[in-house]
T-cell receptor, first 108, second 113 residues
């Protein structure tokens, strides 16, 4: 079983829809990252969370440390949001353990 | 703002050849991480450096070595390349170990023929 599990693996949405991607992890962590990877391969860090909630534009990330669960929400989704969204956790050492990613496609 | 720079962006090598990948962290960042992402795979941690010393090691083959230099840039040296080494190699940097987000470079796509 992977230490970091994401759901769903694939997600399609119509422009304007509210989107939620979930991440569950089974290990103790010091922080959790939400990353975005576009088809060209580049990775962009969206959020780093250790507790609570963060918001940036149309993106919201929450984490529940007790339940070992985090969610990434996208409000008013747009085709340019189409990408792979990756949850990655940081354990006591600094390396990241990556989830399997959620492939999001938003159609106009 | 300056980002993490990786060079080259693309590299094609033959089996058994050697490759060197370079990573230039964001200015003032002193920690560098290397990740390998095979086709259709999750990124996997290879190795990290803090203040020029190796800080953690993951699933890095013995054929690979890496170091961080006095200007904090890092190089990943890969010898006796195999077809399975074909992957996207990411470098990430952070300000100091443990407390800052990691900023990723654009990656180097290595193809071994």
């Amino acid at each position: 079983k992977n230490e970091v599990e994401q759901s769903p693996q694939n997600l399609t949405a119509q422009e304007g829809e509210f989107i939620t991607i979930n991440c569950s992890y089974s290990v103790g962590i010091s922080a959790l990252h939400w990353l975005q990877q576009h088809p060209g391969g580049g990775i962009v860090s969206l959020f780093m969370l250790s507790s609570g909630k963060k918001k940036h534009g149309r993106l919201i990330a929450t984490i529940n440390i007790q339940e070992k669960h985090s969610s990434l929400h996208i409000t008013a989704s747009h085709p340019r949001d189409s990408a792979v969204y990756i949850c990655a956790v940081k354990k006591a050492t600094d390396k990241l353990i990556f989830g399997t990613g959620t492939r999001l496609q938003v159609f106009p | 703002a300056a980002g993490v720079i990786q060079s080259p962006r693309h590299l094609i090598k033959e089996k058994r050849e050697t490759a060197t990948l370079k990573c230039y962290p964001i200015p003032r960042h002193d920690t560098v991480y290397w990740y390998q992402q095979g086709p259709g795979q999750d990124p996997q941690f290879l190795i990290s450096f803090y203040e020029k010393m190796q800080s953690d090691k993951g699933s890095i083959p013995d054929r690979f070595s890496a170091q961080q230099f006095s200007d904090y840039h890092s190089e990943l040296n890969m010898s006796s390349l195999e077809l399975g080494d074909s992957a996207l190699y990411f470098c990430a940097s952070s300000l100091y170990s443990g407390t800052d987000t990691q900023y990723f470079g654009p990656g180097t796509r290595l193809t071994v023929l």
